[in-house]
């Protein structure tokens, strides 16, 4: 029978009854996760933007979801375009994501991409490629919830994801 590790011997930070913002930010970056690109070309540029918050939905049909913020600027002009590009961005694009991630200049400065047929843009070098149009949004407080039918897959083994902890870009060591 395996032995559980120690718990961690410093103290909890506990919160009281009043959930901060600052609080529940904190919380919610305890828990690693991948980063997304969610991009489409507007007026043959693209344009699109990095999200923490993606996850499976189904496999029949094909679903995911991406949890968007109300104050988003970028997703009202993604939102009605037929089709989506989502790059599983890898451990190698940091900056980029910080880019995408901004909410001045030009986002795709100095990233490779492409776009396919019926405008979704992709990023090269990415662990995984996704094409997806919008199924439903629901209501998620200070974020919409936005449901994906995914159309297309694209894999690339061996090519390791960006993982988001703690407010920092870390990335997966395989262990022994």
């Known amino acids: 029978m395996a032995i559980p590790a120690p718990h961690p011997t410093t103290a909890p930070e506990r919160s009281g009854p009043d959930l901060s913002a600052d609080v529940l930010r904190r919380a919610f970056g305890a828990y690693p996760t991948g980063v997304v690109a969610i991009g489409a070309l507007r007026d043959g540029a693209p ?3 990095a999200a923490s918050s993606f996850v499976s939905i189904s496999l029949e ?3 995911i979801a991406v949890s968007v913020a109300r104050t988003s600027t970028t997703w009202p002009r993604l939102a009605d375009l037929p089709v989506l590009g989502l790059s599983v961005l890898s451990h190698g694009q940091g900056a980029q994501c910080r880019r995408l991630a901004s909410r001045a200049g030009d986002r795709f400065e100095g990233t490779d991409w492409q776009a396919t047929a019926d405008g979704a843009v992709l990023i090269e070098g990415a662990a995984l490629w996704l094409t997806a149009t919008v199924g439903a949004v629901y209501d998620g407080g200070d974020h919409e919830i936005v449901l994906m039918k995914l159309l297309t897959a694209e894999l690339f083994p061996g090519v390791e994801p ?11 060591s395989p262990h022994a």
């Open 162 to 172: 960006l993982v988001f902890h703690t407010s920092q870009f870390r990335e997966l």
């Open 61 to 63: 049909p094909p679903m």
């Open 47 to 49: 344009d699109g933007f």
